[in-house]
């Protein structure tokens, strides 16, 4: 403390965010997960020099005069994160799942204990080792020269010397005998997650695995939600995988319904895996699951930051760039057996069940030291930002939108427009129908027209509308809002009509299930009666009641008993009226105006 409040004198607060702001930097942010700690920012294309006289002065010559008041934000953090129910369990099952590796053992936070012992000398100690340059990788993306690019980052990282990196040597982590069971108390909604180690990153079963956790859950699709969600036996669930360098782990979770136990709600997870170890799944659907990950791919690379997060998770997992870019060749090359055989493989009789309950939870407390105040001067500048700001680069042209070549828009009758835009990119498009006409037109229009999402027409089972959408790699959904109705699809240009013949059968022709709405307003009460004991929607409720008094849209919405009395029979009255409105054409893809108006 004695020392803090002495190197205070020299420090500026906020120096480095308030130079980062004037140069126009957006999103400075850092973050810390088990095999990688990353700093990242946006920035003008002109200011590339200048990020590299930031950087390289950073981490060559760092000084942690606010070690003390950095670490009571850290405080705050493992507060928040102890408080927050998803990490909670994940914690709780990781900790199961991986018993002596630190994927398991040690979270990126510590524990309270660590954080009741701060020492700025093992900090030192730690940055010294690790923050090296043959332990670092520098990634940019954006509008820039990539031969001047290098000659930047060569003058001011050249100095840098490398050092010998520590060793780490994996623990061997023992089988999993049986199903072992974690539980964890939290006020609220009840759930489950399932975890069963598979393989690391660079396991040769990496494809098919990847494939299984998408027959299981890839956003509309995957047998979790055909199978168990949209039809209300759970009132939430899904997969996700994790590919670590030393191991990797395949995870399924279910937020149960009133009176549903944990076992039930792991039973019905345990039974879609099951379906895959015994092939109970098309080939084609496989098909439709590669050309989902291929559109995800293509859109991923229309963004600065996930190009960067492509490179680096390259760096990290020790491959070429080349390797992430291509996955989708490795996945086509998986068939049907090969999924059967890895599925066998991993999911046996023995893996991690982490349930979650609605108890109250003990919370260990972090008693803050008795720490005196640090008094910091305000307003000031340090000398190195000034000479980072007087380079002064030429300014970056703007580039103003051109409303006759950006995008063209048509008239078919007063209120009823088309917008058109190209996508230079790729040959993927977005589209929608938005009629202006919502909730406060028609109370409860929303939770109805919601029931298109799940929806056949009579003719078409709905589970085969979002098969055959997905199988030539579509996606769809019905949205509403307090003033709004929209019919939005997305998915490959050479597509489009299929995909809008089908979901305009869905719009006009839907068949509405009322057991099925019956199961979804018994959801969505257990939802509210869960929502009054969590913080942060008591905070949100709070927060409207502040802002907006008595037309809070907490206390505006339909009662339970409303709620009750609901019935698809409503759905026909409100399509006609639906009908009747001025709507608007949204389109940004690679077809021609023409095209899309035919």
């Not at 994790?242 to 076992?263: E, I, P, R």
């Not at 720490?371 to 910091?376: C, G, P």
Request: hydrophobic share 35%.
């Amino acid at each position: 403390n004695e020392l803090s409040i002495k190197s205070s004198e020299y420090s500026i607060p906020g120096d480095f965010d308030t130079l980062y702001e004037r140069l126009g930097g957006e999103e400075s942010n850092a973050h810390t997960s088990v095999e990688e700690t990353v700093y990242e920012i946006d920035l003008p294309k002109n200011r590339l020099e200048q990020w590299a006289m930031i950087e390289s002065n950073r981490f060559s010559n760092p000084v942690f005069r606010l070690f003390q008041s950095e670490l009571e934000a850290v405080y705050e953090e493992k507060n928040i994160s102890m408080d927050d129910k998803n990490s909670l369990l994940y914690e709780a099952v990781n900790k199961q799942l991986f018993k002596k590796h630190p994927y398991g053992s040690q979270t990126t936070l510590g524990t309270v204990e660590h954080l009741k012992n701060p020492s700025l000398k093992i900090m030192y100690d730690f940055y010294r080792k690790h923050y090296v340059p043959n332990n670092m990788g520098i990634f940019l993306s954006g509008d820039i020269d990539i031969v001047q690019a290098k000659k930047i980052i060569t003058k001011y990282f050249s100095s840098w010397k490398n050092k010998n990196i520590p060793e780490f040597k994996a623990p061997k982590e023992d089988q999993i005998k049986g199903v072992e069971k974690v539980k964890v108390n939290y006020k609220g909604e009840e759930s489950v997650l399932l975890a069963f180690r598979t393989a690391p990153f660079k396991s040769i079963d990496r494809p098919a695995l990847t494939i299984i956790d998408m027959l299981l859950d890839s956003g509309q699709q995957g047998l979790i939600k055909l199978n168990l969600v949209n039809p209300q036996k759970l009132r939430g669930g899904g997969s996700y995988p994790t590919f670590y360098n030393d191991y990797g782990a395949q995870s399924l979770y279910a937020v149960l319904k009133k009176g549903q136990t944990h076992q039930q709600a792991e039973n019905l997870l345990l039974q879609q895996i099951e379906k895959i170890k015994r092939g109970q799944f098309e080939q084609e659907l496989v098909k439709g699951i590669i050309l989902d990950f291929e559109k995800s791919k293509k859109a991923s690379l229309e963004s600065n930051f996930a190009r960067v997060g492509i490179m680096r998770d390259a760096f990290i997992k020790y491959v070429p760039v080349e390797e992430p870019l291509n996955f989708t060749d490795h996945l086509k090359k998986v068939n049907k057996k090969e999924i059967i055989r890895v599925a066998n493989k991993y999911f046996g009789k023995s893996y991690i069940a982490g349930y979650r309950y609605d108890k109250e939870q003990v919370l260990p407390k972090i008693t803050k030291p008795e720490i005196e105040k640090i008094k910091l001067s305000q307003g000031l500048v340090s000398k190195f930002a000034k000479k980072v700001e007087s380079l002064n680069p030429p300014p970056v042209n703007p580039k103003w939108l051109d409303y006759n070549q950006a995008f063209k828009v048509k008239s078919y009758a007063p209120g009823v427009l088309l917008y058109y835009v190209k996508n230079p990119l790729n040959d993927l498009f977005n589209f929608s129908i938005t009629y202006e006409y919502g909730d406060k037109h028609y109370k409860n229009l929303c939770y109805i027209m919601d029931e298109l999402n799940f929806s056949g027409t009579g003719k078409i089972k709905p589970e085969e509308i979002k098969n055959n959408l997905y199988k030539i790699g579509m996606s769809s959904n019905y949205s509403c809002s307090d003033y709004s109705f929209s019919f939005n699809l997305s998915g490959l240009d050479a597509n489009f009509e299929k995909g809008l013949e089908l979901g305009e059968k869905v719009l006009w022709n839907a068949k509405l299930n009322e057991n099925h709405l019956k199961d979804k307003i018994k959801n969505i009460i257990s939802n509210r009666e869960d929502a009054k004991k969590d913080q942060e929607t008591l905070s949100d409720a709070l927060n409207a009641y502040i802002r907006y008094d008595k037309e809070s849209s907490f206390l505006k919405r339909s009662t339970n008993s409303e709620l009750e009395k609901l019935t698809v029979k409503s759905y026909t009255d409100m399509l006609n009226k639906i009908k009747l409105q001025n709507f608007k054409i949204y389109y940004t893809g690679q077809l021609s105006l023409e095209k899309v108006e035919e």
